[in-house]
Every structure is written in C-alpha cells, then in structure tokens.
C-alpha cells in the first residue's frame, strides 16, 4: 500500500519562479510530514518538515503547506534557482513512507 | 560529525547469489532504516531497526532480511539475487524514531 503518493514525476520551471511540489496521502495518523531533497549519486537530505497539527511551515525559500482534510501537502519553493534543481521526496512520519519522487528541473 | 557511511559503495553480483550491504549510523543514532532506489518506484521501504530490534518491514519478498547489532550499525541481506534486484540502497539514520532521517551516499548494486 503506498500510503505516500507523489504524481508529477517532473517539474520544469523557469528560475526566479515559484516551484510547487504537491504529495497526497492517505494514512490519517501521520504525525508529522518530511521533505527531502535528493541530487544523483547521492543520498537524500532533510529539507523542511511540517506537524501534522500545523497548516504551515516556512524555512527560508522554502514553505511546505498542509491541507489535511484534502490529505494534501505542497512544498513551495520562491524564488526557484537552478540549484535546486534534484529529485523530491516527500515522506510521512516515523515509517518514512515515500514518495515517488518529483524532478524538479530549474531553468536558467 | 562522521555522517552515515554505506559499504560497498558499488556492488555487482550474479543472479542467485546473495548479498550483505552495510551501514554504520551517525554516532549515536538508534535507528537505522532502509530503502531500495529504483528509477520507476522511487524510494521504497524495506525496514527499520531500533535497537537491535526491527520495528517495521516494507512490502518486499522474504529474500531481503536485515539486522541490528549493538552499536547501531546495520546490515541488510539479499539472498537468491534476481535482475530486478539492482538498485540502489539507501540506509538512513537518526537519533530517535519520531526524527528526520539522515541518509548514506547508497550501495548501488547491478545483478547481471
């Protein structure tokens, strides 16, 4: 059961724009949601995270919103640069339940 | 801080042979889980140890087994390797359960 599902595979955006990841769920008992960001040959790294009792959570370029009655969270990423351009994983709780991934591709 | 540490890096077996990859967590870190990379299913669990005792197992057949030892350090075990095997294996590690994880650079294994 993928409890975490990410649809897009790719995104492309122009640099200076916003970058909207988007990740729903269907597990209803996740405490908490993560974001990672993961470049080839490497593995993933921690970006920003939120509680499952905030709607909002904002670090910097990054802001991860969480709709839970959709069972719907976005990462957020203004102004987009070129390197930020990698796989993102969105995961759920203490399992780490990932997704599938999105590749967000950060045109100059 | 010495980071999560995966051995081999890369990794190239026969169909039916077995494998052992390992993983050496952050100092400290507890619990150790681990993830198959594969460019069309993403990152997909296959379990998680803390303290030597496995808390959760993903959706993968019986020939994928792992264990804990005392220090924290991990290794995960692929018995009768199929083509479908090849991916890369992230181990991942962190302080806690309710934690992000930090994760290792990965074993890449190739089955031919």
């Known amino acids: 059961d993928q409890q975490v599902k990410q649809n897009s595979p790719s995104l492309s955006v122009q640099e200076g724009r916003i970058s909207i990841l988007n990740c729903d769920y269907t597990?209803?008992?996740?405490?908490?949601f993560l974001w990672y960001k993961k470049y080839p040959a490497e593995g993933p790294t921690f970006l920003i995270s939120?509680?499952?009792?905030?709607d909002k959570n904002e670090d910097g370029r990054f802001t991860v919103f969480l709709n839970k009655s959709a069972k719907h969270l976005s990462l957020h990423i203004v102004p987009s640069q070129p390197g930020d351009s990698a796989v993102y994983f969105c995961?759920?709780?203490?399992?780490?339940?990932f997704g599938a991934g999105t590749r967000l591709t950060v045109k100059p | 801080k010495a980071g999560v540490t995966q051995t081999p890096r890369y990794l190239i077996k026969t169909r039916g042979q077995q494998v052992t990859l390992s993983c050496s967590p952050i100092?400290?870190?507890?619990?150790v889980s681990w993830y198959q990379q594969t460019p069309g299913q993403g990152l997909q669990f296959l379990f998680e140890y803390f303290s030597e005792t496995q808390r959760n197992k993903g959706n993968f057949p019986g020939r994928f087994s792992g264990r804990q030892f005392s220090n924290s350090r991990s290794e995960m075990n692929v018995s009768t390797l199929e083509l479908g095997d090849s991916a890369l294996y992230l181990c991942?590690?962190?302080?806690?359960?309710?934690?992000?994880?930090?994760f290792g650079q990965g074993t890449r294994l190739t089955v031919v």
């Open positions: 100092s400290g870190h507890r619990s």
């Open positions: 939120i509680s499952s009792i905030k």
């Open positions: 991942a590690s962190s302080p806690r359960t309710d934690t992000e994880a930090f």
């Open positions: 597990n209803s008992m996740f405490d908490y």
């Open positions: 995961a759920g709780d203490s399992d780490m339940r």
